[in-house]
């Protein structure tokens, strides 16, 4: 198994500019999430994802869509993108029975963000 | 809103001396889970704990949930050069999967 990866692995853009970083994991988990890391600092929570079809907001949604058509795929889209949106973003992927019982999260090796 | 505090921010410590680091919440957690984070890696899962006052033993490391379930330690004893990165807690209150990671414990070991 490849677990979660992600492209592209950096990335520069200009201001304005938009561009939709790729996550895919081949577990079946059914539970997806991106987070954002700025240099030094924790990780936050920008969308989570709990099946095909069904996305939620986390802790910094604005300046991001996402989407999740498929169990296997959960793209992270930016839309006019700005300086405070460098970061390095990690997707992440984990499984939840019905029963909701929580399980580990598997992290992708990263996206790394620079906005100029 | 939830906030995770995680104390302290650094910490260098000598070859073989012990190491802990805190993770706090205001409010009372479903579960903690523990991350390593290496320079330029990605955070890799190291245990999860769900139990009111919970311990649990890996190797070297010792993880604790206190009784409230407002706080975890994670203690490292006779630090070794393999144990320098990011450690973080995360965690989520009940009936959520909106995970809160805690600010992180950098940990530098010198041989």
């Known amino acids: 198994n490849a677990g979660v990866t992600q492209t592209p692995k950096f990335r520069i853009l200009k201001i304005g500019q938009s561009m939709t970083l790729q996550c895919t994991q081949d577990m079946n988990h059914n539970y997806m999430y991106w987070y954002r890391q700025d240099p030094g600092m924790g990780l936050k929570l920008i969308y989570y994802?709990?099946?095909?079809?069904?996305?939620d907001k986390g802790e910094v949604p604005n300046g991001y869509n996402v989407s999740r058509s498929t169990t296997e795929d959960f793209p992270l889209r930016l839309e006019l993108a700005a300086p405070s949106q460098t970061s390095v973003y990690f997707c992440a992927s984990s499984y939840s029975p019905p029963s909701g019982v929580y399980y580990e999260q598997y992290f992708g090796p990263g996206t790394r963000l620079t906005v100029t | 809103g939830q906030q995770v505090m995680q104390i302290p921010q650094y910490q260098h410590v000598q070859e073989g001396e012990d190491f802990t680091t805190y993770c706090n919440s205001s409010t009372t957690l479903s579960n903690i889970q523990w991350y390593k984070q290496r320079p330029g890696g990605h955070p890799v899962f190291l245990i999860q704990?769900?139990?009111?006052?919970e311990v649990k033993k890996q190797k070297r490391l010792t993880f604790q949930f206190g009784e409230a379930k407002k706080n975890s330690s994670l203690h490292i004893t006779a630090t070794q050069t393999t144990d320098v990165g990011t450690y973080f807690c995360a965690s989520t209150t009940s009936g959520t999967y909106k995970y809160i990671f805690g600010t992180g414990t950098r940990l530098k070991v010198l041989a």
């Open positions: 704990l769900v139990k009111s006052g």
């Open positions: 994802s709990v099946g095909a079809g069904i996305t």
